[in-house]
């Protein structure tokens, strides 16, 4: 079974509608984080969390929001979908500096 | 500032020929650098790390990675290329301090792998 899984794992939505992409893990690991990744741009942090007590935002929060429900999940909303939040979505956890990666939600939003 | 770049955006190799994927980076201090590969619809799976031991790493898949502090650059490297080597590689820095678990990626290097 995977150490992170994604659900769903493929989207497609309409402006304005509310989306909540799902993150578990089975690692035990504290750190978590969600990431977007654009052709050509490489992977952007949006949240991460250090544990249930503690979020963070990232680089591009913009647009989204988070909830740490437990310490083995981690969901991320997008209150009201825009088209250029058309993207892959992954979830990630760490141990030190080496995070473990989900397997992506494709998200399209019309 | 940290920064990660990938020299090529795409390279083609022939079946059992050597691959090189050339990746540099930009810190002030000693980072953590990684390469992850991203296969076809799936997630981004580790390759290597290097986090201040040898300077030779090598990772899964025989590839191998050399950290070359006076060129700033970490090279992924394989002697001969496999079919199901082809997928996007990304080069990644985590800064020594950590800030946030933040990685700093690369913007990709497509590998193709020619029968």
């Known amino acids: 079974d995977a150490d992170v899984t994604q659900t769903p794992r493929n989207r497609i939505t309409k402006t304005g509608k509310r989306i909540m992409l799902e993150c578990s893990q089975t690692?035990?690991?504290?750190?978590m984080y969600w990431y977007r990744q654009d052709p050509g741009l490489g992977l952007q942090l949006i949240y991460y969390?250090?544990?249930?007590?503690?979020?963070n935002k990232g680089e591009i929060s913009d647009g989204y929001s988070v909830s740490r429900q437990a310490q083995a999940k981690f969901s991320l909303s997008l209150e009201s979908a825009i088209p250029n939040q058309t993207a892959l979505y992954f979830c990630?956890?760490?141990?030190?500096?080496?995070?473990?990666f989900g397997p992506g939600t494709r998200l399209t939003v019309l | 500032a940290q920064s990660v770049t990938q020299l090529d955006s795409h390279v083609s190799v022939s079946e059992g020929t050597p691959v090189l994927l050339r990746c540099n980076y930009s810190s002030s201090y000693s980072p953590s650098l990684f390469w992850y590969v991203q296969h076809p619809n799936k997630g981004l799976q580790l390759l290597l790390k290097?986090?201040?031991?040898?300077?030779l790493v090598k990772g899964i898949n025989g590839f191998e990675a050399e950290f070359k502090k006076s060129e700033t650059s970490f090279h992924l490297t394989k002697p001969s290329a496999h079919m199901s080597d082809a997928a996007e590689y990304f080069c990644?820095?985590?800064?020594?301090?950590?800030?946030?678990?933040?990685?700093?990626f690369g913007q990709g290097t497509e590998l193709s792998v020619k029968p």
């Open positions: 290097y986090t201040s031991a040898a300077t």
């Open positions: 990644v820095v985590s800064p020594f301090y950590n800030q946030g678990g933040k990685l700093i």
């Open positions: 969390s250090f544990d249930v007590k503690d979020i």
């Open positions: 690692k035990g690991h504290d750190r």
């Open positions: 990630a956890t760490s141990v030190g500096n080496t995070q473990y």
